[in-house]
């Protein structure tokens, strides 16, 4: 008998690409603030919670101001940043995930999401997948962040599964590394030796193809 399997997804970078519309929501404050927010500086940010990617920001721009006006600012950037999201249509889920959860259906496979935005839910409703995820585990449900394992340890448990018969599939380092403490297997989306940790590395998602797909649960 075949050993059950599920599948655990982040969600940017993996189901979606929203880092473009962070970046643009913090290079705005950044030109409110009177400083220049790059591409380059913005990768400082990845992977890290709005309260430390602000405090890296205010650092970059060398501004000193107080902790009623950071408050502010993260309302602000993050009303922004909503104001992108609720744009967001089916046609920003990335290549290759439609036809990779089509597959997991078909396959009786269970799959759940496990991000550290508190947003999750809302991006998934307005791309059309929230539905189809039997668990979702995002910033309410966690106090860790990656590489902490806490997120998938919570995937698993909310899908009844033992975390070794998990795989998870990420885009950043802090997120592979966060799988493999949780001792599940990696699949990492992206520049394979930035990611050399992970199990598999595929160079973006149009690379999970039904062949990959088939390979991995076999």
Not at 5 to 16: P, R, S
Not at 64 to 70: L, P
Not at 190 to 216: H, N
Request: proline letters at 2%; hydrophobic letters at 45%; one cysteine or more.
């Amino acid at each position: 008998m075949k050993k059950e399997i599920a599948f655990i997804f982040d969600l940017d970078g993996v189901i979606v690409d929203t880092a473009k519309y962070h970046f643009l929501a913090w290079r705005n404050l950044a030109t409110s603030l009177g400083f220049e927010f790059t591409e380059e500086h913005n990768e400082l940010l990845k992977g890290v919670s709005r309260v430390r990617s602000l405090e890296i920001l205010l650092n970059i721009g060398k501004v000193t101001i107080s902790e009623e006006k950071k408050q502010e600012l993260l309302v602000l950037k993050n009303t922004e940043y909503l104001g992108y999201v609720n744009k967001m249509t089916a046609e920003e889920i990335l290549p290759g995930i439609n036809n990779l959860l089509n597959n997991l259906d078909s396959n009786n496979i269970k799959y759940a999401l496990g991000s550290a935005s508190k947003n999750a839910p809302l991006i998934l409703e307005k791309v059309g997948l929230l539905n189809r995820f039997a668990a979702i585990v995002d910033g309410n449900d966690v106090s860790k962040a990656k590489p902490d394992p806490e997120v998938f340890l919570i995937g698993a448990q909310k899908l009844n599964m033992k975390p070794e018969n998990c795989i998870v599939v990420e885009d950043a380092i802090a997120g592979v590394e966060a799988a493999n403490a949780a001792n599940m297997v990696s699949i990492g989306i992206g520049d394979a030796q930035l990611l050399s940790e992970a199990t598999y590395v595929l160079k973006d998602t149009s690379e999970f193809t039904t062949e990959f797909f088939m390979k991995i649960i076999n």
